[in-house]
């Protein structure tokens, strides 16, 4: 079988080197493709951080193991880590984190074992990246989650946590503030959990979750989250097992996957043959699972366990008062140990069955095709627009000569009504979101929209304008703060 490999930027070639080195000598029957990604790609002028020789060979082999890379700054290029996880749909980042019996944190000396996953949307959220200046002082990001991209991730946790015979499962968000972002994905979530009655599955708002994830992790078992709170909450798992040359990541879509470790490129230590390669282990043994190749990822797991049961170590962790072995002295002690049992946590050396690669011809993209039933209209619009002025004559100016067929329901600065009630304390910007809505919820057409869009124009600056819609007789948006 053959799998795509990038070594990477900063310490990747030396951790790739070292568990690839590990990997022969376990006989592990793979055959790497080099391809060229990175930084140094973008230096070549491929403005995507790869050739087009690399997604080809990607593309068709399925499988990319790669080490971390650096985006470099001030360029205006886009991270090539994000670009792959989001140009071959890899929705779903699984990361796992265990304790490791001689990987010493708090909760290892308290006797309190971790097994935790957390599933991270991938696509979506804040990482479209989708930012606009709306006026000199106002900035704006846009938030997409989509029903079809949150079941996608979410049917992905739920059937990894029946395979992995998980006791809960756990949806991390924050919908009491993002009503219809996170909602979305809250309703999505227990939705999908109907069809599988034995998984208890609940739900915990982020910042509660942190607070108990830092005080009981072994409370949680698969926890699968949007994709900005999952990277802040995996990295904060990364901390409770021991750091991040700890930390394996997934990144799962249907038809491409992409291994690597959580870590960055480690500018500080690079080329000094001292970077701990377990993370980059965790992330090959996950990709060995993947393929099918049960018996060499335990074989290889047990003499890595075995390995830090001794007390052997890199730099970056364990008993200070033992020396440190580089990079390659480490990999060459987990070498010496494969054959050997752990005394704790030992994986049962099962058969392997590698899986069949699969040719895949993207023909129609499913996702697109909505399902949804209800009667669909629009009902009126919100424009942000740019102004010094106070709510009252923003309102006046409005008011003025407005289509009778609609009513200016509401203005709001930074989210917080300031008309037609509001709070002298409430601090301005220079700028409106002003809520135009059509009298008794009629439908309006878009040419009314641009009408009134027209209206706006004589006063204003509009710098940005969102639809309001409605689905039978759901609101699709959100009210403003103190409405
Ligand atoms: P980093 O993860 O590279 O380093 C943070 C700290 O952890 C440093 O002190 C580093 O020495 C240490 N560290 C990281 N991995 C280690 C290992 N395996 N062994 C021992 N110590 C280790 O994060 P930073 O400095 O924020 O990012 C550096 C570069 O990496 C940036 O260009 C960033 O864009 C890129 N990056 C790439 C990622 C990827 O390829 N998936 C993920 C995160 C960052």
Same mark, same amino acid.
């Given at each position: ?36 990604? /990175? ?5 070549? /002028? ?30 205006? $290029? ?43 949307? +991938? ?5 479209? /990246? ?40 756990? #949806? ?49 078992? $698969? ?13 904060? #798992? ?98 010496? +140990? ?95 979101? #002003? ?8 439908? #309006? ?39």
């Amino acid at each position: 079988m053959k799998i795509a490999i990038a070594h990477g930027d900063g310490i990747g070639p030396e951790i790739m080197k070292a568990v690839l080195s590990l990997f022969d000598a376990a006989g592990v029957p793979l055959e790497y493709v080099p391809v060229d990604m /990175g930084k140094w790609v973008f230096d070549k /002028g491929y403005n995507n951080g790869m050739t087009p020789e690399a997604q080809q060979t990607i593309e068709s082999l399925g499988i990319l193991f790669k080490g971390p890379m650096e985006t470099p700054k001030g360029k205006g $290029v886009k991270s090539v880590n994000v670009t792959a996880r989001k140009t071959w749909n890899t929705y779903a980042n699984k990361r796992v984190f265990q304790t490791l019996h001689g990987v010493d944190t708090v909760f290892s000396k308290a006797g309190i074992p971790i097994d935790l996953t957390i599933v991270r949307e +991938n696509i979506e959220d804040t990482y479209g /990246g989708i930012e606009h200046m709306l006026t000199h002082d106002v900035a704006l990001s846009r938030r997409f989650i989509t029903r079809p991209g949150s079941e996608q991730v979410i049917r992905y946790a739920f059937e990894m946590a029946r395979k992995k015979g998980a006791r809960r499962i756990t #949806c991390g968000h924050k919908a009491n503030i993002m009503k219809i972002t996170d909602g979305l994905f809250l309703e999505v979530f227990y939705e999908v959990a109907k069809e599988y009655p034995e998984l208890k599955s609940d739900d915990v708002i982020v910042d509660d979750l942190c607070m108990k994830m830092v005080t009981r992790p072994d409370l949680f078992d $698969v926890v699968v989250l949007t994709n900005l709170q999952g990277d802040i909450v995996s990295d904060l #798992c990364a901390g409770l097992v021991g750091g991040l040359g700890f930390a394996p990541s997934a990144n799962i879509g249907d038809h491409i996957c992409i291994f690597e470790a959580v870590h960055g490129t480690a500018p500080d230590i690079m080329g000094k043959n001292i970077a701990n390669p377990t993370a980059l282990l965790l992330s090959g043994l996950a990709m060995l699972r993947h393929l099918g190749f049960m018996g060499h990822a335990a074989r290889i797991e047990n003499a890595l366990l075995y390995t830090l049961e001794s007390g052997a170590r890199t730099g970056d962790f364990g008993d200070k008062s033992k020396p440190a072995l580089n990079t390659t002295e480490f990999i060459q002690t987990i070498i010496n +140990n494969l054959g050997k049992t752990p005394a704790h946590g030992a994986r049962p050396i099962l058969e392997d069955k590698p899986i069949t690669p699969t040719q895949y011809k993207l023909e129609k993209n499913p996702l697109i095709m909505s399902k949804e039933t209800m009667d669909e209209k629009i009902v009126g619009a919100d424009f942000f627009v740019e102004s010094e002025e106070q709510p009252t004559p923003v309102a006046e100016k409005i008011l003025a000569g407005l289509n009778p067929k609609f009513e200016l329901v509401t203005i709001s600065n930074r989210g917080t009504q300031v008309w037609p009630k509001g709070s002298v304390f409430t601090n301005l910007v220079n700028q409106y979101r #002003c809520r135009i809505e059509s009298k008794d919820a009629a439908a #309006c057409t878009q040419e009314e929209i641009l009408e009134l869009y027209q209206h706006f124009m004589k006063e204003f600056k509009v710098c940005s304008i969102e639809i309001l819609n409605m689905w039978g007789e759901k609101k699709g948006y959100s009210l403003a703060q103190g409405q």
